[in-house]
């Protein structure tokens, strides 16, 4: 007889006939199922174990399962329901079929036969339970007490498989094995082989034991000579650890200098009485001198293509640096014969300085040290300290070399312009001879006193400001220049990196979330302001756990398209608006270009007259420079002014001011000089400049124009606020290259070299 039942899926456990079990369930379809069987008069589903967990479909069910009661169903507090389903015989399974969200199956009586084989193996069955419980620990005599209930094989199996401790898998053939006599033979070869591992681990504890106790006789035997030692003075409790210094001084590659002086030190410290303060600073010493790795070397990766890849793979840009080290490995592997390049990476925080030294390091293949010198102030950090010092240690650079564990890592030194300097010593000298080419290989720590190899080290420092980085020190250095991405690299590096990363470490997918360049771009203009994406990486981590939250309180709302209307609502209002160009040409107000961490921005420059007798009001939180040039642009106006045609008269009798706007950040930097003077000439001739037009350069009082540094980040800037014209000093003209192909087509550039090159394309019309 066939019928029709809904179908249970479990994929954690097994439920066999005449057997009670308690489950609890969160998941949103099996509560809509077990309502439903709740809803039935008998309360009946089919239990079925899937072959295939993780494909879970008509093809993967078995062909035998369980016939199970809803005996009770509650809600918990924890917001799952707890049922109790009682198992009550295996049934043949002759086909399924979906139903919407769940899946229905017919289903036909399994015929048990018992006759005086069957008996037999009841016997049998029984007497191996019986021998099975006496000799396991772990399985307790419960079941002995159910077995009177019992009168069949089929039954008494279906018993003890419940109770016995076996694999989720190893049960599933216990449902679909109809014969009871083959379950009965799984079963008594299942316990025969849980008394095999029980006879070997009793067998183990009982060695065990007898070590412990031969362990614990020998240590009281060691204890009890020692005492006697003691008292008749002749003790040598230093003999095992001296014996296992020598073992391990032979067997490094070190120089025989340095073995030598090992030696020596291993004697003094075998020498001394156990009660001297001294001992334990020897010890202190052997420990690091045996543990260094004196000639231990990693072989680097000589596949160029795999370098690069990896290099690609894991930083978008940066090309400069990229082609050093591909430089470098090319180098060495047609000479062989190399000294380790000591780069500094100078850039703004958050562009991939210290992330793409990791990535150096996996390129090579090799191990990797990392300190940082932030703020130390003591020369003895770098080089050690003496011996004679109660807790001495040696230096960082001698420490990161024994973490690495070889001695040609790649060793990245952090903020090195950030080191200060006072009465304690002078850190940044001291790392001269680390990283000096010509002198690292014979290195000194104070603490070793002997000298160590760090010519085949690659060091890697990284810095924020090339110009707080001591000028005997940045000579060692080469220095490669990471500047702040541009909006079109942090759209694509979102894009590629980010964005993937994030939605990996939130459990989404990109079916489940798509975010469109538009919304990258509100990201990257109005929720940050830096010159790197670490900033970034936090604000698409927080948009993507607003969404995984959305998903699991709308369970009907499974995908996520966003875009720039979207990111409001999810983030909340915009946090950074960019300056953006004026609504009109005004007249004593003149667009510079400014250069922070954060990258580039526009710096409207206002000036204004009022009667007085020629004082300049300068406000802005303007530093000592930019005051500076403020003084040298007013006195150039007047060195010039009948160039300029402007009357002496307003000079004399009007006061001047000016002013940078957002007076609470602090502005300073020599580029600010052209900007100033054609904002004065603006000003005194009651001439406006065009709002598209931004300059920047440092002015001298014979007009001279001169370079500046960060063009790119401040282009980029001028850019984004809508600028069509700049005008820049001849001497940057190289550094247009490195502008991006995108803004060059939108922006016209024009170089200038004397500031009367600005005047009369702006007053005169030079641009006609």
């Not at 002015?699 to 005008?727: C, D, N, P, W």
């Amino acid at each position: 007889m066939d019928n029709k039942l809904l179908v249970l899926i479990i994929n954690d456990m097994v439920i066999f006939p005449n057997n009670e079990v308690r489950i609890e369930y969160d998941n949103f379809y099996d509560k809509q199922m077990i309502d439903i069987v709740d809803r039935i008069e008998d309360n009946l589903m089919l239990i079925v174990n899937p072959i295939d967990e993780n494909n879970i479909n008509v093809t993967s069910f078995p062909k035998y399962g369980v016939l199970g009661r809803l005996k009770l169903k509650m809600s918990v507090p924890n917001g799952k329901t707890r049922i109790v389903i009682e198992g009550i015989e295996r049934v043949e399974i002759s086909s399924f079929e979906e139903d919407g969200n769940f899946y229905r199956a017919n289903y036909s009586n399994v015929e048990i036969i018992e006759n005086e084989d069957t008996k037999n193996y009841f016997n049998i069955l029984i007497k191996s339970l019986e021998n099975y419980i006496a000799k396991v620990p772990y399985m307790g005599n419960a079941i002995m007490s159910q077995l009177n209930e019992i009168d069949g094989l089929s039954d008494l199996c279906d018993l003890i498989v419940s109770f016995l401790p076996l694999k989720y898998e190893d049960k599933k053939k216990y449902v679909t094995t109809i014969s009871a006599i083959e379950r009965c033979k799984f079963l008594i070869a299942d316990m025969n082989r849980d008394l095999k591992f029980v006879a070997l681990e009793q067998k183990i504890e009982a060695e065990v034991e007898k070590e412990i106790n031969d362990t614990q006789k020998e240590y009281f035997l060691r204890e009890k000579i020692n005492l006697m030692q003691k008292e008749i003075g002749d003790e040598k409790s230093k003999d095992t650890e001296v014996e296992r210094l020598f073992k391990k001084v032979n067997r490094l590659k070190c120089s025989a200098k340095i073995k030598e002086k090992i030696k020596r030190e291993i004697d003094r410290y075998d020498s001394l009485n156990s009660n001297s303060p001294e001992l334990g600073m020897i010890r202190d010493y052997l420990d690091w001198m045996v543990n260094l790795p004196w000639n231990n070397y990693t072989k680097d990766t000589e596949d160029l293509v795999k370098v690069k890849s990896i290099l690609d793979s894991s930083h978008y840009a940066l090309e400069e640096a990229k082609d050093r080290i591909l430089e470098y490995l090319a180098v060495k592997q047609n000479t062989n014969n190399l000294r380790s390049p000591i780069i500094c990476l100078v850039g703004p925080p958050g562009v991939g300085k210290t992330s793409l030294a990791l990535s150096i390091a996996k390129s090579l293949n090799r191990k990797t040290a990392k300190i940082s010198v932030g703020g130390i102030n003591d020369e003895a950090e770098i080089v050690g300290h003496r011996r004679t010092y109660i807790g001495a240690n040696p230096g960082r650079i001698i420490q990161g070399i024994r973490k690495a564990g070889t001695t040609n890592p790649v060793f990245i030194i952090d903020e090195i312009d950030k080191m200060t300097k006072d009465i304690k010593g002078d850190p940044a000298s001291s790392l001269l001879e680390v990283l000096d080419p010509e002198q690292n290989n014979k290195f000194s720590d104070h603490y070793i006193e002997e000298e160590f190899d760090l010519s085949k080290v690659m060091f890697i420092a990284t810095a924020n400001y090339v110009e707080q980085i001591p000028y005997e020190l940045r000579d060692r250095l080469e220095i490669i220049n990471i500047s702040s991405y541009t909006e079109y690299e942090k759209l694509d590096i979102a894009k590629k990196h980010l964005i993937p990363v994030e939605l990996e470490e939130h459990g989404l997918t990109s079916l489940q979330v798509q975010i469109d360049d538009g919304a990258i771009m509100t990201l990257i203009r109005n929720y940050t302001k830096e010159a790197g994406v670490r900033e970034l990486g936090r604000i698409i981590a927080t948009l993507f756990r607003k969404i995984v939250k959305k998903l699991l309180l709308n369970k009907d709302e499974m995908f996520y398209k966003i875009d720039d209307k979207m990111i409001e609502d999810l983030l909340g209002k915009k946090k950074y608006f960019y300056m953006e160009t004026l609504e009109k040409d005004e007249v004593g107000v003149v667009n510079g270009m400014a250069y922070t961490v954060f990258g580039g921005d526009v710096l409207p420059i206002e000036a204004t007259l009022f009667k007085g007798k020629g004082n300049l009001t300068l406000t802005g939180s303007l530093g000592e420079v930019m005051q500076e040039s403020c003084h040298i642009a007013l006195d150039y106006v007047k060195a010039n002014m009948d160039e300029f045609k402007i009357d002496n008269k307003v000079f004399e009798e009007n006061d001047i001011h000016i002013h940078v706007p957002e007076g609470a950040v602090n502005k300073d930097g020599p580029s600010a000089g052209v900007t100033i003077t054609t904002t004065l000439i603006s000003l005194f001739t009651n001439r406006k400049v065009d709002k598209t037009v931004a300059m920047t350069g440092e002015i001298t009082l014979r007009g001279r124009v001169l370079g500046i540094g960060g063009l790119k980040e401040k282009v980029i800037g001028a850019h984004r606020a809508g600028i069509k014209k700049v005008f820049i000093p001849l001497e940057n003209e190289k550094d247009l290259d490195e502008i991006p192909k995108e803004i060059k087509k939108d922006i016209k550039f024009i170089t200038v070299n004397n500031y009367f090159e600005i005047y009369n394309y702006l007053f005169v019309g030079g641009d006609k």
